[in-house]
């Protein structure tokens, strides 16, 4: 399996996860000082958000990286956990914010069981304007637009991870609503390796929300 060593990556962290509706959030710490938020939707399985954060720096915290979110937002990683301080302080500090223009181009990125979408809004050129091509020296697919306001490298880390590179022919591309809506067809590869990382945090203890479950009292 090519996607090995990413799973083994994910072993190697410590782990603490959280329920919050039908939200799991999953908040990883490697040994290199990397730390990785997800969440996933519990009714499909399928990963809504991840972000990065690097290792610290010598004035303060470092900025989270969003890697995959339909929408920037906050994030807020407070569990309202009470049993230990070790437990708190492992969800503690994790908050970030991501801003965003009202008129500047934005990129985007979301799962689907089938498919990687990227959506990049406030682009209102007509389609044959623009230029998608999947580039496998860069390791992403390269967007650029004829009229030369638009170029952006977007990488794939999903393949990546399994040592694949992107295919042409995996790629369609939309344009509605001044979104350019650019669509991956996942390999067989990414949807084994996203099973795998399933089955991993089955492992993974797992507690509730306070707010979810303080509700869940109150209406009983």
Same mark, same amino acid.
């Given at each position: 399996?090519?996607?090995? /060593?990413?799973?083994?990556? &994910? ?10 509706? %039908? @939200? +799991?959030?999953?908040? #990883? ?72 223009? /009202?008129?500047?181009?934005? &990129? ?10 990227? %959506? @990049? +809004?406030?682009?209102? #050129? ?95």
């Amino acid at each position: 399996m090519s996607y090995q /060593n990413w799973i083994n990556y &994910l072993k190697s962290a410590e782990k603490n996860s959280i329920v919050s509706g %039908r @939200i +799991r959030k999953v908040l #990883y710490k490697f040994a290199d000082g990397q730390q990785m938020s997800e969440e996933y939707n519990m009714d499909t399985g399928i990963v809504q958000r991840r972000a990065w954060r690097k290792c610290k720096q010598l004035m303060g915290e470092p900025e989270w990286e969003i890697e995959l979110g339909e929408e920037p937002r906050q994030l807020n990683w407070s569990a309202n956990k009470t049993n230990g301080a070790g437990d708190s302080d492992a969800m503690a500090g994790a908050e970030f914010t991501v801003r965003e223009s /009202n008129t500047a181009p934005l &990129l985007t990125k979301r799962i689907t069981k089938k498919n990687i979408e990227w %959506r @990049i +809004r406030n682009m209102p #050129y007509p389609l044959d304007v623009y230029n998608v091509k999947a580039q496998a020296e860069k390791r992403a697919i390269v967007v650029s637009t004829s009229n030369k306001k638009y170029y952006k490298v977007i990488p794939v880390p999903e393949l990546d991870r399994c040592g694949v590179p992107p295919q042409q022919s995996s790629i369609t591309v939309h344009h509605q609503f001044n979104t350019l809506i650019i669509t991956y067809s996942k390999p067989d590869i990414i949807c084994e390796m996203e099973a795998q990382v399933l089955m991993l945090l089955k492992d993974v203890e797992t507690e509730t929300s306070m707010d979810d479950l303080l509700k869940g009292l109150m209406a009983k």
